[in-house]
């Protein structure tokens, strides 16, 4: 007997496209309020973690309870999330405007930082999804180290979560629940092929 696994084809990429699409749309409806942005986002990975790893996706029930278990770190989370954001948002905005000193120079060096640091986020996303969609200070921690440690990897989340930005500005409103669902899948992707060290959650 072989032990080969199915060759896949053209349904199975459909289903798994479909597949990501709406838990794309799931994840930002559940981020609708902002506050639960974190949560979302950390339960929408520990299903893609669980696709990766065990083929097939989380339970509706297992799903829920993850996200309920999310919530109290989660808030917090997204708090600060947010608070960088808008930071950072605002200032590349004075800057591409030219309602601040320092012109391209400055202009280059916040788009790098910012790049960066979108980089590290999602590696921290990856790591709370392989613990279950807990553990944001843990995986922080475990981030941090793989960044310092695989820089290759840490620019290549960042590149994912460039090219996710720059087509979230060019895809229309409609779309950009589908493309969170593929940046979060591509995260997951990079990490595979790089992994990084398994969070436990607290």
Do not use: K
Request: charge should be positive.
């Amino acid at each position: 007997m072989s032990d080969e696994r199915p060759r896949r084809d053209w349904r199975d990429t459909l289903r798994d496209a479909t597949d990501l699409a709406l838990l794309g749309f799931a994840l930002v409806l559940a981020a609708l309020p902002l506050l639960t942005l974190a949560p979302a986002v950390a339960v929408a990975s520990a299903a893609v973690h669980d696709r990766v790893t065990r083929g097939g996706w989380p339970a509706t029930r297992t799903t829920l309870s993850r996200f309920g278990r999310a919530l109290p770190a989660g808030l917090a989370v997204s708090v600060a999330a947010l608070a960088v954001a808008a930071a950072l948002g605002a200032d590349l905005a004075a800057l591409a405007a030219g309602r601040v000193p320092g012109g391209a120079p400055a202009l280059t060096l916040t788009v790098v930082v910012t790049a960066a640091l979108a980089g590290y986020a999602g590696l921290v996303v990856v790591e709370v999804g392989r613990a279950g969609g807990r553990g944001w200070r843990d995986a922080a921690r475990t981030a941090a180290r793989t960044a310092t440690r695989q820089p290759g990897n840490w620019a290549a989340t960042s590149g994912v979560c460039v090219v996710a930005g720059l087509l979230g500005v060019l895809v229309t409103p409609v779309a950009a629940p589908i493309l969170a669902g593929y940046a979060l899948a591509a995260l997951h992707a990079v990490a595979a092929r790089r992994p990084l060290a398994r969070t436990e959650a607290s």
